[in-house]
C-alpha cells in the first residue's frame, strides 16, 4: 500500500506560504498547512451563471432529505423517516420510483443512509455509519423489485466514520472522528475479501505549518482533520469540515495533492466556527465543490460549485440561481440540487444545465 504515499510527486507544484487572517485579528504561524498548494477565486477561468428549473415533484415525499447520489442513470435521494432509506428517481424518463431500501438493525437493512457510492456501474454501495455497516446491492434488482442485496459487511472500525470508498477489492474509510485526537493515517484501508482483518494506515495527515499535531490541544487537533471523503475509481478527494482545504488522492500513479484556498485560513479564536467547502462531488473529469460563501455562521446552503480537474488545477465556477445544500453530477452536464425552505419544511430537487 506504500506506493500510495508518494508525496515526492508535489515537487511539480509550487509551495505556497497561506498568511492567516480573521478580520482584524492576527493569526500565527502554526495554523498553515504545510506543503499544500494555494489557489485563490482568480485561477478560476470563467463562470457559468445558471438558471435552474424544478425537475420532480417529490415535494410531497421528502422530509429531511441531505443526500443525493447518482448511480447510472438513477438520482437516489436518502429518507431518514419512513420505513424506507432511499428515494428513486429515473432522470432519463423523469418519473419518479418511490421508495427503496429497508430501514433497521437485521439483516440487509440500515438504520440511516450516511454515505452512497458506486462499485463499478451496476453496483450501489451504502453506508450506514450508526451501525458500521455496509450494503451493496444491484442496482437493476434495487429498482426492479427493492432486493438484489449482492453483499452486507460489517465492522466496529466503521462505526461513525464519515465516509467509505471501495476501490477495486479494498475499503478504505474515514477514521472514526471520536478519535481524532489519537489518529496517526488520514485513512484506512482493508481487504473485503480476505478472511483475516488486517487495517492498514493510508497517507499523512495535514500538519499545520510551525507545530506538530502533538502541539496543539486535542480538540483543536480533531476539529484540524475532520473530513470527508468521496471519489470516482481511482480518484479520492478529502474535504475538510473547519478549514478551507482539500487533499486530492490518486491511486493510478500514487499521487497526492493538497489545496488550499480560495480563502485564508481562520485563526485560533474564530476556527471551527466557519464553513468553507461543505460537500464534494467526483465524476470521472472533474472535482465539484460546493463552496460556503454566507460567512456570517455555519451556513451549509450556497450557490457557488468551484470545479476542478483531478490534477487540481482549477477550471470554472458555477453560480446558481438559488442556493443549494446537496448536489449530484450527471455526465459532468447536469446538477441536481437540493433546496429546502426552512419555515414550511418543503424540499425540492432543482436541475441545471451546463457545458465545460
Not at 132 to 144: A, E, H, N, T, V
Not at 219 to 230: L, Q, S, V, Y
Not at 321 to 335: C, E, G, V
Request: proline letters at 3%; one cysteine or more.
Amino acid at each position: 500500500m506504500n506506493k500510495y504515499l508518494n508525496t515526492g510527486l508535489l515537487a511539480n507544484f509550487y509551495f505556497a506560504i497561506i498568511i492567516l487572517f480573521n478580520l482584524a485579528c492576527e493569526s500565527k504561524d502554526k495554523f498553515v498547512v504545510e506543503n499544500s498548494v494555494s489557489f485563490s477565486h482568480d485561477d478560476f477561468q470563467f463562470e457559468l451563471h445558471l438558471n435552474g428549473k424544478d425537475f420532480v415533484d417529490v415535494s410531497d415525499s421528502l422530509f429531511q432529505p441531505s443526500l443525493l447520489f447518482i448511480q447510472g442513470d438513477n438520482l437516489l435521494i436518502n429518507d431518514e423517516v419512513t420505513n424506507n432509506t432511499m428515494h428513486v428517481v429515473d432522470l432519463k424518463s423523469k418519473v419518479y420510483l418511490g421508495r427503496r431500501g429497508k430501514r433497521g438493525a437485521g439483516p440487509g437493512e440500515a438504520l440511516n443512509i450516511w454515505t452512497f457510492f458506486s462499485v463499478g456501474k451496476d453496483t450501489l454501495g451504502l453506508f450506514d455509519t450508526e451501525q458500521g455497516k455496509i450494503l451493496l446491492y444491484d442496482m437493476d434488482s434495487l429498482i426492479r423489485y427493492d432486493n438484489g442485496l449482492l453483499m452486507e459487511y460489517s465492522n466496529r472500525d466503521l462505526v461513525y466514520s464519515k465516509s467509505v470508498i471501495i476501490n477495486n477489492r479494498d475499503l478504505l474509510f474515514l477514521g472514526n472522528p471520536l478519535k481524532n485526537a489519537t489518529a496517526k493515517s488520514r485513512f484506512y484501508v482493508t481487504d473485503l475479501l480476505n478472511s483475516k482483518y488486517s487495517l492498514e494506515g493510508i497517507g499523512d495527515l495535514p500538519k499545520p505549518g510551525g507545530a506538530t499535531l502533538d502541539q496543539v490541544s486535542k480538540e483543536w487537533r480533531a476539529k484540524f482533520i475532520d473530513a470527508r471523503m468521496n471519489g470516482f475509481e481511482n480518484i479520492i478527494v478529502i474535504l475538510y469540515e473547519n478549514h478551507p482545504y482539500l487533499e486530492i488522492f490518486n491511486f493510478a500513479n500514487g499521487e497526492k495533492i493538497g489545496l488550499a484556498g480560495p480563502d485564508l485560513f481562520p485563526n485560533e479564536n474564530f476556527f471551527g466556527e466557519i464553513c468553507y467547502h461543505s460537500l464534494s462531488y467526483v465524476t470521472s473529469e472533474y472535482i465539484y465543490i460546493l463552496y460556503v460563501t454566507n460567512r456570517e455562521y455555519a451556513d451549509y446552503n450556497s450557490n457557488t460549485i468551484l470545479v476542478f480537474d483531478h490534477s487540481g488545477k482549477p477550471i470554472m465556477k458555477l453560480i446558481l440561481d438559488k442556493n443549494i445544500y446537496s448536489f449530484a453530477i450527471h455526465n459532468d452536464r447536469d446538477l441536481y440540487g437540493l433546496t429546502e425552505n426552512l419555515d414550511s419544511f418543503e424540499y425540492n430537487i432543482i436541475k441545471y444545465e451546463f457545458d465545460i
